[in-house]
């Protein structure tokens, strides 16, 4: 949780902005959180970032395209120097809000920085979470809850939600459970596509959920949403086949389930998640092979320090995030030595 001296901070910075500039993580706790501001403030430009793992200096571009007086970073745990350069030499402020963990002296002293992580009551919430806490608009309960679950978390207006919506949501007290079970979860599955679609797509999927009335809007199609709506039936296909086959792989694996796979889509964070819900007592670890580059999507018990581990000494590799979920990035010739490493770690 935020600390009320720092909501009030952050909704003074919100305030001061005439024609802010959200750049969020390119996943549903991103997407929701943005959506949570926009909607209270009532102006400001979304963009989610794709760039991996850090916000690059080509964004700076967007600064500039949308004239923007404020620059908000949303659920990315890294923003690369040149970025800041050029955010510095035009004197915009920035407010970053994060919930992961990472070397805090890279964070230079003009950035308005939010992490609980940092507060006396460490925290770790998803930026969702943290964003309604801001702006407690209760006709936005839906899409906080979208946020939350999709980072496989159970916020403390659960209850407050599943008495409103309680055809949306499941019994259960468990996120996945939701996140796969729940027409609520099903709102976050087909956000968490559509951000996987053409930038035009996606700019209109944005545009549609800062209007949105009701979670019903998204979930019924209409001519409105249909674009998105299609993409996830097309995605949703492939996921399915993708997930199935690493499901017959699991059952056959002991500790470690190692999934790989190709292809122009990368759906390694949703896979992991929904592998993690299905082989609880396993480590899972998802490759997105691209070409000379492998993504890497881990999830499981104290994964972050054995991962962080098992990338020491590959030339070029890069990883970070929760301690239970971390994703990274290591070149292709390298994934044997990777998962043996790991495999070395773990026993
Ligand atoms: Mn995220």
């Known amino acids: 949780m935020l600390t009320r001296i720092q909501v009030k901070e952050i909704k003074e910075h919100l305030e001061k902005s005439q024609n802010p500039l959200f750049f969020f993580d390119n996943d549903q706790d991103g997407l929701c959180s943005f959506l ?3 909607r209270w403030l009532g102006r400001g430009k979304g963009v989610p970032i ?3 793992p850090d916000l690059i200096p080509e ?3 967007k600064v500039k395209e949308l004239g923007a007086d404020y620059v908000f970073v949303l659920d990315k745990p890294l923003i690369s120097k040149g970025f800041f350069e050029e955010i510095r030499k035009v004197n915009i402020p920035v407010v970053w809000i994060d919930h992961h963990t990472i070397d805090w002296t890279l964070i230079p002293q003009f950035v308005n920085y939010y992490n609980p992580l940092l507060n006396k009551k460490k925290s770790n919430e998803p930026i969702t979470a943290l964003c309604y806490q801001i702006t407690k608009r209760k006709e936005d309960i839906w899409i906080a809850m979208v ?3 999709s980072d496989g978390f159970v916020p403390y207006f659960y209850t407050d939600f599943e008495k409103k919506y309680s055809d949306l949501s499941t019994n259960s007290m468990e996120a996945f459970d939701l996140l796969y079970k729940s027409q609520i979860g099903k709102i976050a599955r087909i956000l968490s596509f559509g951000l996987k679609d053409r930038t035009t797509n996606v700019i209109n999927m944005l545009k549609f959920l800062i209007k949105a009335k009701s979670p019903y809007e998204v979930l019924e199609e209409n001519s409105k949403n249909s674009s998105f709506h299609k993409r996830f039936n097309q995605v949703n296909a492939r996921y399915t086949r993708l997930l199935n086959k690493a499901i017959i792989l699991g059952k056959k694996a002991d500790r470690i389930l190692f999934f790989q796979y190709g292809g122009d889509l990368s759906i390694s964070s949703e896979l992991s998640n929904n592998l993690s819900y299905i082989f609880r007592d396993k480590l899972i670890v998802v490759a997105y092979v691209k070409g000379a580059k492998t993504n890497i999507s881990t999830r499981g018990e104290k994964i972050r320090e054995a991962f962080l581990k098992s990338i020491e000494g590959l030339e070029g590799a890069i990883g970070g995030g929760h ?3 971390v ?3 290591i070149k292709t010739e390298d994934i044997e030595k990777f998962r043996e490493n790991l495999k070395k770690i773990l026993n």
């Open 36 to 38: 949570l501001l926009q």
């Open 50 to 52: 794709k760039s991996f």
């Open 59 to 61: 964004y700076f571009r």
């Open 147 to 149: 946020g939350c679950i």
């Open 323 to 325: 301690e239970n979920a």
């Open 327 to 329: 994703g990274g990035q």
